[in-house]
């Protein structure tokens, strides 16, 4: 089974959480941090690498953290994959033989091409649902529930 990386699939989870968990102050990164049983200084690298791209906005001050920068039903899976993954160099991974160059290049390309196809028909609004059906347990504060 091919996986994601670990950071798209902690920048994923991350946005998930803050859309889930959101209310009328910005979720913050010790909460996130915490319930993603993640260390702060590592978040943070993924969640600048999001704001930078526009899919959150970070808010300063001691209530201060991270909210959404626009609507989850307009955010997929997809964008976020993009925004991770092109800070990361390609990996030098395809041969330069014949075979690699003519079969196994355009294959892999083909399979990358799909599997993004159907990372942008996923909306961060689908995983809150997935979410609130597999019955995750909803940290809202101070009594508000409030989803962009």
Request: aromatic share 4%; hydrophobic share 40%; charged share 30%.
């Amino acid at each position: 089974m091919i996986k994601p990386s670990k950071k798209v699939a902690l920048a994923v989870e991350a946005v998930v959480d803050i859309a889930y968990h959101g209310t009328s102050e910005p979720v913050q990164s010790q909460d996130i941090g915490r319930r993603l049983n993640l260390p702060r200084r590592y978040l943070e690298q993924v969640m600048q690498q999001l704001v930078k791209a526009g899919i959150l906005r970070g808010v300063r001050g001691p209530r201060g953290g991270y909210r959404l920068a626009r609507e989850r039903r307009r955010i997929t899976v997809a964008d976020i994959v993009n925004v991770v993954e092109s800070g990361e160099a390609e990996p030098d991974t395809l041969s330069a033989s014949d075979l690699g160059q003519r079969v196994m290049a355009p294959f892999w390309l083909e399979h990358e091409q799909a599997m993004l196809a159907r990372l942008d028909a996923i909306t961060i609004e689908d995983l809150c649902h997935a979410a609130e059906q597999s019955a995750v347990r909803r940290e809202i504060k101070d009594g508000i529930d409030f989803a962009i």
